[in-house]
């Protein structure tokens, strides 16, 4: 019984996680339902430009009730909140990255689908995924600062600070573990000290598949790596 719904559950996020537009960027994929098996409730939203900061926070939460006349008190582990996080991410509508936007109906798209949907009468379950980075969760807050502006007063620039709350069943909590092997498609970015055959033992527990892994990026050389270099690790069977 276990195996089947694990099984299931298994596959549901990982064909979600298919559903990514554009693997090197965050997104956010909206859910109607999260327990067992995620149900997609509407179309991913990619972040413009991936965060430059990113924070997660965790909480302990303790019973330090005194005992009337006490000046002491005993901290007794209750459990553990859910994981949050938080960043900031920008918008730009003035093309100078290259890439242009209207920043009025990007912020609406993103709106639709992480916050109130009124199908089931709250915001909305999401599935948040970038690179190793998978987590179920809710919107708790989001701030949007307008920042540049046309003649007409529409805004050109925006930055939009937001916070979420993880939201992860157990066993989606156990299995997101196993988004991360080697038989899913997997993004790195360089950091000093890197090197393939290190990246293609963190991937694919062994490091004889750098010579594939410089193919599949196009890299000349197995020692040209640039610091912030984004590289792809596909499935071991391609």
Not at 56 to 84: H, I, V
Not at 217 to 224: A, F, K, P, Q
């Amino acid at each position: 019984m276990f195996s089947d719904v694990t099984s299931g559950v298994t596959g549901g996020v990982s064909s979600l996680v298919s559903m990514v537009p554009f693997p090197d960027k965050f997104t956010f994929i909206p859910l109607k339902e999260t327990d067992p098996i995620p149900i997609p409730s509407g179309l991913p939203y990619s972040l413009m430009f991936n965060p430059e900061n990113f924070s997660e926070q965790e909480r302990y939460l303790y019973n330090n009730r005194q005992p009337p006349g006490s000046t002491s008190a005993q901290q007794r582990f209750l459990n553990t909140a859910p994981r949050s996080f938080s960043f900031e991410f920008t918008v730009d509508g003035t093309g100078a990255s290259g890439e242009k936007k209207e920043v009025e109906l990007n912020i609406a798209s993103f709106k639709k689908a992480v916050g109130f949907n009124g199908d089931i009468h709250r915001p909305n379950f999401l599935l948040a995924v970038w690179g190793t980075f998978i987590s179920t969760c809710v919107l708790t807050h989001m701030n949007v600062t307008y920042t540049m502006f046309r003649k007409n007063g529409t805004p050109l620039r925006a930055r939009v600070r937001v916070s979420f709350a993880g939201h992860t069943k157990r066993i989606l909590e156990l299995l997101s573990m196993n988004l991360l092997s080697p038989d899913l498609t997997h993004f790195r970015t360089v950091v000093e000290g890197d090197s393939l055959p290190l990246l293609s033992s963190k991937v694919y527990e062994s490091p004889q598949y750098y010579l594939e892994i410089a193919r599949v990026n196009g890299l000349t050389s197995v020692r040209s790596l640039k610091k912030g270099q984004q590289l792809r690790f596909p499935p071991l069977e391609k």
